[in-house]
């Protein structure tokens, strides 16, 4: 529908540029989300909850539901999605990139991670982050900004495991400097996957080495990583050298 805004051709255009946006985010959610059933665990908590709410009334299945244990994460969390069809030479870096949802407890995570796509089932050239609410996957972040990350490659095949405990290891707090982990991204490339954790205060080499081993530790990977600082990239872009290696 035209826009009423006494100038015809204007208001079409305006029409049109709004449904295109519409159509690229609903695109979007698309490769997100794809179409994965819902897991056994879910179907026969759905199954539970719909039997207490026939039993006992909405009210009383509501009651039930409240008192279900929760276990809150430390931090919440927000999944963060590049589109590659949105990007472009001609628009700035990370101008694409929007958040997804924000959860904050295991059942959150959990319910999402069950139905979205794993980073094998993404278009090439997708991006898709985890970072702690309130912090930006770019490098003009204030948190960000001074930091750096840890990067590993890996195959397609490979690539969906090592996401999921890469997430498991950092929203379960499982590092010793988990306070300098600002999230991670996996890269979704035609000839092999990278996976990164990024990091504030890239110059604190033994909290920064320490990640490193342990992420290493917690995936079982045997490869050397390297950890490049955000103004070496920003510098050198690939031909950027790492700080520091384990």
């Not at 056994?40 to 039930?64: I, K, N, W």
């Not at 139905?115 to 997708?126: D, E, H, V």
Request: charged share 25%; hydrophobic share 35%.
């Amino acid at each position: 529908m035209a826009v009423e805004n006494g100038d015809g051709g204007m208001g079409n255009a305006t029409s049109e540029a709004a449904d295109a946006e519409v159509e690229r985010q609903e695109a979007e959610d698309e490769e997100i989300v794809g179409d994965s059933p819902p897991s056994g665990m879910e179907q026969r908590r759905a199954g539970r909850e719909d039997e207490e709410g026939a039993g006992d009334g909405v009210d009383g299945g509501g009651e039930r539901r409240k008192q279900m244990a929760i276990h809150p994460l430390e931090h919440s969390w927000t999944f963060w999605f590049d589109n590659p069809s949105g990007k472009s030479k001609h628009v700035a870096w990370g101008s694409s990139i929007r958040p997804v949802h924000t959860f904050s407890t295991v059942e959150d995570f959990w319910g999402l991670y069950n139905n979205i796509n794993r980073p094998s089932k993404l278009a090439i050239g997708a991006d898709f982050h985890c970072f702690k609410y309130g912090i930006e996957p770019k490098w003009e972040d204030p948190v960000c900004a001074n930091g750096g990350k840890w990067t590993l490659s890996c195959s397609r095949g490979k690539v969906d495991n090592l996401w999921l405990h890469t997430l498991l290891a950092m929203i379960g707090e499982q590092f010793d400097h988990g306070d300098y982990i600002c999230g991670a991204v996996v890269n979704v490339r035609a000839k092999q996957e990278k996976i990164s954790i990024w990091t504030r205060n890239g110059l604190d080499a033994a909290a920064q080495t320490s990640i490193g081993r342990q992420w290493k530790e917690h995936l079982d990977y045997n490869e050397t990583i390297g950890f490049i600082l955000h103004d070496d990239a920003k510098k050198h872009d690939r031909f950027a050298k790492s700080t520091y290696q384990v």
